[in-house]
């Protein structure tokens, strides 16, 4: 059914590396995400009226078009526009953390609105100042409610990263692109196990990640 | 000015924009004293509550504790907030912690005390309490009943000079109610200055030493529980407590 | 931006933009009818199918659709199965919607309230009855706002068909800026057409989180 090929030669390496690829970009954008989307987060929070709309036009473009064509529209429009040859890595890292980060200061709003307004007041009672407030009060409950939920956005992330061999990046499904054509003839029915291998891999790369994200959301949910 | 006074109030106003929730109200309580405060909802008096802790700001008036300014300034605040214990309707633990790092945070974080010292303490006072078998349990593992014990207790271990209850078994479902009433009532049997704002007319006449009744941004009546009761002077007293003894039928 | 060149593409990209909403929608019925199914079996915990319901939802949503289209489309027909491109693009964004569709249904029923149960079984209804009339419409109701957000998600997961050379949207792009090298033109086009297709859902998302919002703070 077609699992032989990737016992040939180094062909099972390849596919991994070629995840490994995908990988690599998903996490430098989930980085990315995080440090920007806590600082947008925040801003967004503090309600400043101008930038609020400009924060609420910015979430509705991500809100709205597909990562596949703001792919497009960085990686042959910014050659187009401005006569940069961007890397196909690097248009991929700047959408994905386009994304993300508006995805990761929508949580970051979230978890910052939803501690009620009496753990500040009960905490001030008990004559904490207010750093003292944020430091051993706030912040520790707002990174438990983030925590799982940036871990949901690093899977998130790594789905999406698949879409890049659209653009040319060579990953996984490339990968398992080329080792099909270059079996044609030993194996025509490679299509069937390497697709279903990297089906496997992505689903192996993905579920504990999620798993884990499931089981601290519930762990620490008050 | 009696010698032994704690907390003195003088003419606070408290208003939002135009809108003014009290003015001009005076309270006095002396050490030891327990001063119950009853009104129908929306009457003013947990605000008023409120601002005896800085937790809202007033516009007018002063409050001295122990003959000092209370200030609205945050660094001078959050030390006499040490001072001034406070519990609220509910869920006011903190959900990421035990309940006995509940209770420590504040001792060693503001107060600087000895950790194992604190956590001695608050051991007994959970043993009072009923609750030591809880102590290294989240706030989100117990009842409403045993939060709230948990969050006098946890006023109670920075030793306050006075305790400041708001409501604090409005939220609960009554069978828990007396389990919260029960610690009250020891507390201020054994001499706590506490000012309380509750709907529990039956603690209140247990617990009280004086009375006070607030309607409409003002002190109508106050005095001492039998006869705040029995013969309440003012027809809007006599009406609010007319509609609790109907609700109680 | 030439105007002309834009106006020449127009139908090019309403064909492809008809193309991608039918498959798209009819993927979100698909979508729809398989989270129902997959949420009531979980829900009621229907032995071996309720795992399966699990084991389904889990593999959908941790896999990419590019993947799961790739697997459809060039891998099972080297076992005999042969899916013609448009039903293929339905039946994966079906697959892939039902998994999340039923998280959002099975929450709405997790969500019903079992005193609202009990209060209608008090008054005489049927176990049908009551599923029919009370817990169903409530629990519905109750995950319309997922339901929508999923709606959008997978509204933006068609921008994949091309890789199995549907000639969606994306496809006609590429091609437009591989061929004719008209890139501002192609990717204009392309992005407006996304707008008429997710604007009007998005809207009626926000409307209705108000609505709930406006619901739930009444209470």
């Known amino acids: 059914m077609g699992f032989e090929v990737l016992l040939k030669g180094n062909n099972m390496l390849r596919l991994w590396q070629g995840l490994l690829v995908a990988l690599k970009i998903s996490l430098l954008s989930v980085v990315i995400s995080i440090a920007l989307g806590v600082v947008l987060g925040i801003l967004m929070a503090l309600k400043l009226p101008v930038l609020k709309q400009i924060l609420?036009?910015?979430?509705?473009?991500?809100?709205?078009?597909?990562?596949?064509?703001?792919?497009?529209?960085?990686?042959?429009?910014?050659?187009?526009?401005?006569?940069?040859?961007?890397?196909?890595?690097?248009?991929?890292?700047?959408?994905?953390?386009?994304?993300?980060?508006?995805?990761?200061?929508?949580?970051?709003?979230?978890?910052?609105?939803?501690?009620?307004?009496?753990?500040?007041?009960?905490?001030?009672?008990?004559?904490?100042?207010?750093?003292?407030?944020?430091?051993?009060?706030?912040?520790?409950?707002?990174?438990r409610r983030m925590i799982p939920l940036s871990i949901n956005l690093i899977t998130r992330m790594i789905k999406t990263t698949s879409l890049v061999m659209m653009i040319g990046i060579v990953e996984v499904l490339k990968v398992g692109q080329q080792i099909i054509e270059a079996n044609r003839k030993t194996s025509p029915n490679a299509a069937f196990g390497v697709f279903a291998v990297i089906f496997v891999m992505y689903f192996l790369a993905c579920w504990p990640i999620s798993q884990l994200s499931k089981y601290l959301e519930k762990k620490w949910e008050n | 000015m009696e010698s032994n006074e704690i907390l003195r109030v003088n003419g606070i106003s408290k208003r939002y924009g135009d809108i003014s929730v009290f003015e001009h109200l005076d309270l006095s309580v002396k050490k030891g004293e327990v001063v119950v405060i009853v009104g129908p909802s929306g009457c003013g008096k947990s605000t008023f509550l409120r601002c005896l802790n800085g937790l809202e700001e007033i516009q007018e008036g002063e409050v001295l504790l122990d003959g000092e300014r209370i200030s609205q300034n945050p660094k001078e605040l959050s030390r006499t907030r040490e001072k001034i214990g406070m519990v609220f309707q509910s869920y006011d633990l903190f959900p990421h912690l035990t309940i006995l790092q509940n209770l420590t945070l504040a001792p060693v974080k503001v107060k600087k005390r000895n950790k194992k010292d604190v956590e001695k303490e608050a051991e007994e006072l959970l043993e009072r309490v009923g609750l030591l078998s809880k102590k290294d349990r989240y706030p989100r593992e117990l009842s409403g009943g045993q939060k709230q014990r948990v969050a006098i207790v946890r006023a109670l271990i920075m030793h306050p000079e006075v305790l400041l209850l708001d409501e604090i078994t409005a939220a609960l479902d009554p069978e828990m109610v007396k389990e919260v009433l029960d610690v009250v009532l020891s507390l201020a049997k054994e001499g706590r200055t506490m000012v309380i704002v509750t709907h529990e007319m039956q603690v209140a006449r247990a617990?009280?030493?004086?009375?006070?009744?607030?309607?409409?941004?003002?002190i109508v009546e106050e005095g001492e529980p039998t006869e705040f009761f029995e013969h309440p002077q003012t027809e809007r007293l006599r009406q609010f407590l007319h509609s609790f003894s109907y609700e109680a039928e | 931006m030439d105007f002309e060149v834009i106006h020449s593409y127009i139908p090019l990209y309403t064909q492809a933009f008809l193309l991608t909403i039918k498959i798209g929608w009819i993927g979100i019925v698909i979508a729809v009818v398989i989270g129902i199914a997959t949420a009531f079996l979980q829900h009621f915990k229907v032995p071996v199918l309720a795992q399966i319901a699990s084991v389904y939802v889990e593999i959908f949503r941790n896999t990419p659709l590019l993947v799961q289209?790739?697997?459809?489309?060039?891998?099972?027909?080297?076992?005999?199965?042969?899916?013609?491109?448009?039903?293929?693009?339905?039946?994966?964004?079906?697959?892939?919607?039902?998994?999340?569709?039923?998280?959002?249904?099975?929450?709405?029923?997790?969500?019903?309230?079992?005193?609202?149960?009990?209060?209608?079984?008090?008054?005489?209804?049927?176990?049908?009855?009551?599923?029919?009339?009370?817990?169903?419409?409530?629990?519905?109701?109750?995950?319309?706002?997922?339901?929508?957000?999923?709606?959008?998600?997978l509204l933006k997961e068609t921008s994949v068909f091309s890789a199995i050379s549907l000639m969606d949207l994306m496809f006609t792009a590429k091609d437009l800026i591989g061929l004719y090298y008209n890139t501002t033109e192609a990717l204009f086009l392309l992005v407006i057409f996304y707008i008429i297709m997710l604007l009007p859902v998005s809207g009626l998302g926000s409307l209705i989180e108000k609505k709930t919002h406006l619901r739930t703070a009444g209470v």
Not at chain 1, 89 to 112: K, Q, Y
């Open chain 1, 56 to 143: 609420r036009a910015y979430l509705e473009v991500v809100r709205i078009m597909p990562q596949m064509v703001l792919l497009f529209l960085v990686y042959f429009g910014t050659t187009k526009a401005m006569g940069i040859n961007l890397q196909a890595e690097t248009a991929a890292v700047i959408v994905f953390s386009f994304w993300g980060t508006a995805e990761m200061a929508d949580l970051v709003r979230g978890a910052l609105q939803g501690i009620p307004k009496i753990q500040y007041e009960s905490s001030m009672s008990l004559g904490l100042n207010t750093y003292q407030t944020y430091v051993y009060v706030i912040i520790p409950q707002i990174i």
């Open chain 3, 69 to 153: 289209l790739f697997f459809i489309y060039f891998g099972l027909p080297k076992v005999g199965i042969m899916i013609p491109a448009e039903t293929c693009g339905a039946a994966g964004l079906g697959l892939l919607g039902g998994s999340y569709m039923a998280e959002g249904f099975r929450s709405g029923l997790d969500a019903v309230s079992k005193s609202q149960t009990e209060s209608a079984l008090a008054l005489g209804m049927t176990k049908v009855q009551l599923f029919r009339y009370v817990i169903f419409p409530e629990a519905f109701s109750l995950s319309v706002p997922a339901v929508v957000a999923n709606v959008i998600f």
């Open chain 2, 207 to 218: 617990a009280a030493n004086r009375m006070i009744f607030i309607d409409g941004g003002k």
